[in-house]
């Protein structure tokens, strides 16, 4: 499976400020997704990171409260703007690998914990 | 939009039990993947079964898939309290692409 690793772990912000998380892979990924988990709930995806493009973002979000950047195929960031307490969710990055000759898995960082005061 | 519905949403059981865990979706599927998360962690990627696969088996682990019924079980065999965590399983249309998430299980485990 891929090692993946998000920064920070955990960060408590103010509200109207803003927070961008990092996630690393370590090896070449095609696909790499960013997800919220909000308190007792289950994973929504947020967006597709794009490699030197606009990411694909899903119904419900858009780009100026979640700008996504992908420079590379090992990299992406994600930035939480404009912070309020409802943002308070954990972060996932996810990466995807090929499995099979028509099937991928899909693995998780270790997300990162946001709390908006 | 969540496709999936778990059942139960809590399971308790008592170390060295048998836990099982139901997943239903909606529409068809490629695959079906089952995933861990400990006290709000990252996921663990448990199994993976595609759709013209019926049961499969990992350590513990055992999972069928039924796409008649677009239904899908996880039964964890001889339970340990270390099981402890939700457990989501997560469908996808495609060969690649989005994951579609369920409301998870959360299993408790007595030692």
């Known amino acids: 499976s891929a090692v993946i690793s998000q920064k920070p772990s955990r960060d408590i912000c103010q509200r109207g400020t803003s927070l961008t998380i990092q996630c690393q892979v370590d090896?070449?990924?095609?696909?790499m997704f960013w997800y919220r988990q909000q308190p007792g709930q289950s994973l929504t995806l947020i967006a597709t990171?794009?490699?030197?493009?606009?990411?694909?973002?899903e119904s419900g979000f858009v780009i100026d409260k979640f700008p996504i950047s992908r420079p590379n195929l090992t990299f992406s960031t994600l930035t939480v703007s404009n912070m309020s307490p409802e943002d308070s969710s954990i972060y996932l990055c996810?990466?995807?690998?090929?499995?099979?000759?028509?099937?991928?898995?899909?693995?998780f960082g270790p997300g990162t914990r946001l709390t908006v005061l | 939009s969540q496709q999936g519905e778990e059942d139960p949403q809590a399971l308790s059981i008592q170390e060295g039990e048998n836990a099982t865990m139901n997943c239903s979706y909606k529409?068809?599927?490629?695959?079906l993947q089952w995933y861990r998360q400990n006290s709000g962690r990252g996921l663990v990627h448990l199994i993976l079964?595609?759709?013209?696969?019926r049961e499969k088996h990992s350590g513990r682990l055992r999972v069928t898939l039924d796409t008649s019924k677009k239904s899908s079980s996880l039964l964890i065999t001889a339970s340990r309290a270390a099981d402890t965590a939700s457990y989501f399983c997560a469908t996808r249309s495609g060969n690649t692409g989005k994951l579609i998430f369920g409301q998870g299980t959360t299993l408790q485990v007595k030692p």
């Open positions: 996810s990466v995807e690998r090929l499995a099979g000759p028509s099937y991928n898995e899909q693995f």
């Open positions: 079964i595609r759709s013209n696969e």
């Open positions: 529409t068809s599927i490629n695959n």
């Open positions: 090896s070449q990924v095609t696909m």
């Open positions: 990171a794009n490699q030197g493009s606009e990411a694909t973002y």
